[in-house]
């Protein structure tokens, strides 16, 4: 299993500011996923962060409003750029697991707040 | 990936089994059935995955029906602490990410 941690845990943020949300895993993977949880819903897929390149964006999902990094195997950051208050969810990295396992490991997740 | 459907939310007593049911009749055959759940404020948390075989592993226990058409995961003796949303997702092998549905609120009592 991969151990992922997830900065800062919660944020409470003025509208029109961005913040930066740092995932850091304990071991290189290849696949890294950002999810969005808006309150009293399911997950929604964001983007899927690409190791060299730009990410892979949902449908829904724009790069100036979420712009995303992935440096290196092991840490990814995704950023709510000129953030509104319907930006006020949960922000959710998951990872892959090692080639043949299936399984998606989650951190537990950036509560964002937008006054 | 099939859509699955899920009811809302299903109430279950504590120490009995719990079996939630999933329907995935558009599933297609090299489509998997994944079970995550979410308890409060943490992210989700792989439970159980399989294809057409029946699978346990110490957390539960998918039952797939034949036809491949639905399944029903079984928490053996429920506790307070499955208290949870509880995802079921179709997934093709390899594709890497999960598309959640609704998921059902699934809340045990004492």
């Known amino acids: 299993s991969a151990v992922i941690s997830q900065k800062p845990s919660r944020d409470i943020c003025q509208r029109g500011t961005s913040l930066t949300i740092q995932c850091q895993v304990d071991s290189q993977v290849t696949m890294m996923f950002w999810y969005r949880q808006q309150p009293g819903q399911s997950l929604t897929l964001i983007a899927t962060a690409n190791q060299g390149s730009e990410a892979t964006y949902e449908s829904g999902f724009v790069i100036d409003k979420f712009p995303i990094s992935r440096p290196n195997l092991t840490f990814s950051t995704l950023t709510v750029s000129n953030m509104s208050p319907e930006d006020s969810s949960i922000y959710l990295c998951?990872?892959?697991?090692?080639?043949?396992?299936?399984?998606?490991?989650f951190g537990s997740g950036t509560q964002l707040s937008v006054l | 990936d099939a859509k699955t459907t899920q009811p809302p939310s299903m109430d279950c007593a504590e120490g009995r089994a719990a079996n939630l049911p999933c329907n995935h009749s558009?599933?297609?055959?090299?489509?998997?059935v994944y079970w995550y759940r979410q308890i409060h404020s943490q992210g989700p948390q792989y439970i159980i995955h399989?294809?057409?075989n029946n699978e346990t592993n110490e957390m539960a226990s998918l039952i797939i029906t034949e036809d491949r058409k639905s399944s029903t995961l079984i928490l053996p003796h429920a506790t307070l602490r499955d208290t949870a949303v509880y995802y079921c997702i179709v997934r093709v092998q390899g594709a890497q990410k999960l598309v959640f549905g609704q998921g059902t609120r699934l809340t045990i009592n004492p």
């Open positions: 998951s990872v892959a697991g090692t080639v043949g396992d299936e399984k998606l490991f």
């Open positions: 558009t599933i297609s055959g090299n489509e998997y």
């Open positions: 399989g294809l057409k």
